[in-house]
């Protein structure tokens, strides 16, 4: 049995060297990622930063959505404590923390699923009230949560316009230009998908892709993508990160959820750090190291944790 360091989903195992810790940490829904704990680095690790939340001419980047302290309580617990939360166009945001701590709540706040209990939200630069999941996606926000909203029975391009059809005489449906267009979005987003297979006959990776290219249809300025690659091969993944690139061109702000540490140095612009239900740090992904992005995530020094060695 692994010593637990924090959330359920952290693991470690600690390896001594003469000159450092070598400290191996798993995710239940990632790869094993290796960073080095040296004493001198983990002093100011644990904390809360803003860095990553300074004004727009500092960054030069305009502030797509704004959340300024946003709590929401279940049954008298907090969910979320007083969270501020920003997301600019064109940039890749990621959500990171353990399980329980928030993130779920946040992005069904953004999404439209639930109401925040306090606290407002500003949508280029106007306060709004998102109240349904259809608000959001007519105020340009879209979600590909992990469970999937798709009808199996159903092909790909009626998955993808559904609600939507266009018609040509009456009721009739125009299935020629359903068709096109459908495969013009999947072109576009690098998904090599049937349009007319039935999704009961995709793959769950294969599903994802249409969530995604469903999502996308709507012309969103902000796109949640919850866990995307979890049940993505790394083939399939990197085409992920390719389509991300491609959102991030057309200016379209995505937000990401994950646990795989090397996801968020790889596509990540800024994180965000929740712990406790409450927003711990926002920093730029080039000034955090994978230690203090741990730490700050657990709340404790690993040294700390783990004064031993063997």
């Not at 709540?105 to 949508?123: E, H, R």
């Not at 059809?165 to 495969?183: M, Q």
């Not at 730490?295 to 690993?302: D, L, Y």
Request: aromatic content about 6%.
């Amino acid at each position: 049995m692994l010593p637990k360091i924090g959330p359920q989903n952290f693991q470690s195992i600690k390896h001594h060297n003469a000159n450092s810790h070598h400290i191996q940490l798993s995710y239940q829904r990632g790869t094993p990622v290796k960073i080095t704990a040296s004493n001198q680095e983990t002093k100011a690790s644990v904390h809360t930063s803003d860095k990553g939340l300074l004004s727009n001419e500092a960054n030069g980047n305009a502030s797509l959505l704004c959340m300024k302290h946003i709590s929401k309580q279940f049954f008298g617990s907090y969910a979320l404590n007083n969270i501020d939360f920003e997301v600019r166009s064109g940039e890749v945001h990621a959500l990171f923390g353990g399980n329980g701590v928030g993130k779920s709540t946040l992005i069904q706040i953004i999404a439209g699923d639930i109401q925040p209990s306090s606290g407002k939200i500003i949508l280029n630069q106007e306060e709004i009230k998102i109240r349904s999941v259809y608000h959001a996606r007519e105020l340009g926000i879209s979600a590909v949560f992990q469970e999937s909203s798709l009808i199996p029975e159903l092909s790909v391009e009626a998955n993808l316009f559904l609600g939507s059809e266009e018609r040509s005489i009456g009721p009739f449906l125009n299935k020629r230009n359903l068709h096109k267009r459908a495969n013009n979005t999947l072109k576009k987003l690098g998904f090599e998908l049937d349009p007319e297979q039935l999704v009961m006959h995709l793959s769950r990776a294969e599903q994802q892709m249409v969530e995604i290219a469903k999502a996308f249809r709507t012309k969103p300025s902000i796109m949640i993508l919850d866990e995307p690659t979890a049940s993505l091969t790394e083939h399939e993944t990197n085409q992920l990160f390719s389509m991300i690139d491609f959102l991030k061109n057309e200016g379209i702000a995505v937000i990401y959820i994950t646990h795989k540490i090397p996801e968020i140095y790889k596509i990540c612009d800024r994180v965000t750090i929740l712990r406790d239900s409450k927003r711990i740090l926002t920093q730029p992904v080039s000034d955090i190291s994978e230690q203090s992005l741990v730490e700050t995530a657990v709340g404790s020094r690993i040294d700390e944790l783990f004064p031993y060695n063997y």
